[in-house]
């Protein structure tokens, strides 16, 4: 069983650079994958970035690719996400999730199995 909570979500103005974390809690051991997703109402979660702690690779959603970097720290078990250059059609719930790592960096919701509750960022413009 894995719990995650993010923080950080807040109001910025385009242009800002911005950091959310995700903390997680574990029963037992394991390797995961770890990602972000976001979510603006009435359209499907869409991909962000994911990280696998064990094989040290990540990948990026083509809109926030050379914006944002993923980064963890597997001692503390928390998830990053650094943003910079902040376009208002950042705007979204941001969501943390994870799944057992079995080698391939997932992209697609469908396949994680747990989830944050989410935090929500604003971009003005």
């Known amino acids: 069983q894995v719990q995650l909570e993010e923080s950080g979500g807040r109001l910025v103005q385009a242009g800002a650079s911005l950091s959310l974390s995700c903390a997680a809690s574990r029963r037992g051991y394991g390797n995961y994958l770890m990602a972000w997703f976001r979510q603006v109402p009435g359209a499907t979660r869409e991909f962000v970035a994911a990280?696998?702690?064990?094989?040290?690779?990540?990948t990026y959603g083509a809109s926030v690719e050379g914006r944002f970097t993923i980064s963890g720290d597997s001692a503390k078990d928390t998830l990053y996400l650094h943003m910079n250059n902040l376009k208002p059609e950042d705007t979204a719930v941001y969501y943390c999730a994870s799944k057992p790592w079995r080698g391939r960096l997932n992209r697609n919701a469908r396949d994680y199995d747990y989830w944050g509750p989410g935090t929500q960022v604003t971009v003005s413009s």
């Open positions: 990280l696998s702690y064990s094989s040290g690779t990540s």
